[in-house]
C-alpha cells in the first residue's frame, strides 16, 4: 500500500502510528519522478503487498517485460531505496529482490508538484485501465446470462460523508486499519506469484472551507 504522508502529527496520532508497518518515506523529487512508469508501480506493489521476494522473471511475467528489461526497472528502483536485493534461495540461479520496507510513504510536503503529478498521473491510468477491464468482463457476463454474486464488491464507490475534524481522523484510522488487518492475514502461500489479488485506490479529502470561498 502507497500512502501520503500527513503535514503534522498529534501526540494521538503519533501513538497510533507506533503499532502501523515500519515506513519507507520519498521525498527525492528524482525519486518520486523515477515511479511514473506503470511497471514500476506494478512492482512496488507487489514487493510491499506480499512482503517477499521476487525474481527478475516472476515480476516481468506480472508486466508483460523481458527480465532483463525488468533488471533494469528493479534497478532503477534500488538505486532511489524503494527496494533491495534479498538473499539467495534454491539454486540461487537468479538475484532476488524485495520491499525495502512494509510500507511505501509519498511524502506529499516536499519535492516537486511536477514530479508527484506524473506520479499519480500514473497511478490513476493503471487503475482506470484495471476498470476498464473489469467494465468488460462484467459486460461479457452479462450477455452470457451469468447472474452475479450479490457480494460482489462495487467497480467504484464516491461520495462524502459529513465529520468534524477528530471524525474524519478517526474514519481514516479506522479505515487503514482495516486494510492492514486484512493485508497481515495472508499467508505465504497466497502472497505467491500466482494468487489472486484484489486491487483498491483510496483517496480521502477533507473539505477546506477556506479554500471553497475563494
Known amino acids: 500500500m502507497t500512502r501520503s504522508t500527513p503535514e503534522t502529527q498529534s501526540p494521538e496520532d503519533e501513538q497510533q502510528s507506533a ?12 525519486a518520486i519522478r523515477a515511479l511514473a512508469h506503470d ?25 508483460d517485460l523481458t527480465p532483463s528489461a525488468m533488471s533494469y526497472h528493479l534497478r532503477a528502483l534500488e538505486k532511489y531505496g524503494y527496494v533491495v536485493r534479498a538473499a539467495s534461495e534454491g539454486d540461487a540461479r537468479e538475484r532476488r529482490w524485495k520491499a525495502a520496507g512494509e510500507r511505501l510513504e509519498l511524502n506529499t ?20 485501465t484495471r476498470l476498464n477491464t473489469e467494465v468488460e468482463r462484467r459486460q461479457r457476463e452479462a450477455q452470457a446470462g451469468i447472474v452475479p454474486d450479490p457480494d460482489r464488491p462495487p467497480l467504484l464507490s464516491t461520495g462524502l460523508v459529513f465529520l468534524p475534524e477528530d471524525k474524519q481522523k478517526e474514519f481514516n484510522r479506522r479505515l487503514l486499519d482495516l486494510v492492514y488487518e ?14 489472486r489479488r484484489m486491487f483498491y485506490l483510496i483517496s480521502l479529502l477533507p473539505e477546506y472551507p477556506n479554500e471553497t470561498e475563494q
Open 19 to 30: 503499532d502501523a508497518p515500519t515506513l519507507v518515506s520519498i521525498t527525492d523529487p528524482q
Open 39 to 63: 511497471a514500476r508501480l506494478i512492482v512496488l506493489d507487489e514487493l510491499f503487498a506480499s512482503q517477499t521476494t521476487r525474481t527478475a522473471t516472476e515480476l516481468a511475467s506480472l508486466c
Open 109 to 128: 510536503h516536499e519535492g516537486s508538484a511536477n514530479a508527484k503529478t506524473a506520479y499519480l498521473n500514473v497511478q490513476l491510468n493503471a487503475f482506470r
Open 182 to 195: 486484512y493485508e497481515a492475514m495472508a499467508t505465504d502461500e497466497q502472497r505467491s506469484i500466482d494468487s
